[in-house]
């Protein structure tokens, strides 16, 4: 019993040991280090973004780079649909993770029922997953949007 009591206390010390020798290591290794990227604050009216057309398959829709690059992973941007405008049918090999900024829009995502976002909800969506979207009345809808992976999207056509 006092053999495995011995063998307990001994393995904690080494652990602690090695624990504490880590921490340092890394402590040292990133003394000193900033980055040079400038932080980054906008808003939906800033005069300074640059609106681009979305795809053709969501007419009127319009979209802005906040930081990173289109063919790049992590990619953040405004989504802006107009008041009353349906979001077609489509997909994307990223994830998606979404807040709305302003209006209330309905998502449905295939497979789930439609739900409604308001300002300030967060919505993931899975990559590859199937949905639309509606922005209602109260629009336009603005979307802060997180991708993982370069944007696409692709659209689903409708059956007759």
């Given at each position: 019993m006092k053999t495995t009591r011995l063998h307990n206390n001994f393995c904690s010390l080494v652990l602690g040991i090695t624990f504490l020798c880590g921490s340092n290591l890394i402590a040292q290794n990133m003394e000193g280090q900033t980055s040079n990227e400038m932080s980054i604050m906008k808003t939906t009216d800033d005069a300074s973004l640059t609106w681009l057309s979305a795809p053709d398959f969501l007419p009127g829709c319009t979209f802005t780079i906040l930081h990173g690059d289109m063919g790049k992973p992590n990619l953040d941007v405004f989504f802006k649909v107009p008041a009353n405008t349906e979001v077609a049918n489509h997909w994307?090999?990223?994830?998606?993770?979404?807040?709305?900024?302003?209006?209330?829009?309905?998502?449905?995502?295939?497979?789930?029922?439609?739900?409604?976002?308001?300002?300030?909800?967060?919505?993931?969506?899975?990559?590859?997953?199937?949905?639309?979207?509606?922005?209602?009345?109260?629009?336009?809808?603005?979307?802060?949007?997180a991708l993982v992976e370069p944007f696409d999207a692709f659209p689903i056509a409708i059956k007759d």
């Open positions: 994307h090999n990223s994830q998606e993770r979404m807040i709305l900024v302003s209006g209330e829009m309905e998502v449905t995502y295939d497979g789930e029922p439609t739900q409604l976002m308001k300002t300030g909800s967060y919505t993931f969506g899975p990559a590859k997953k199937p949905h639309s979207a509606k922005c209602l009345d109260k629009g336009p809808c603005v979307l802060f949007v």
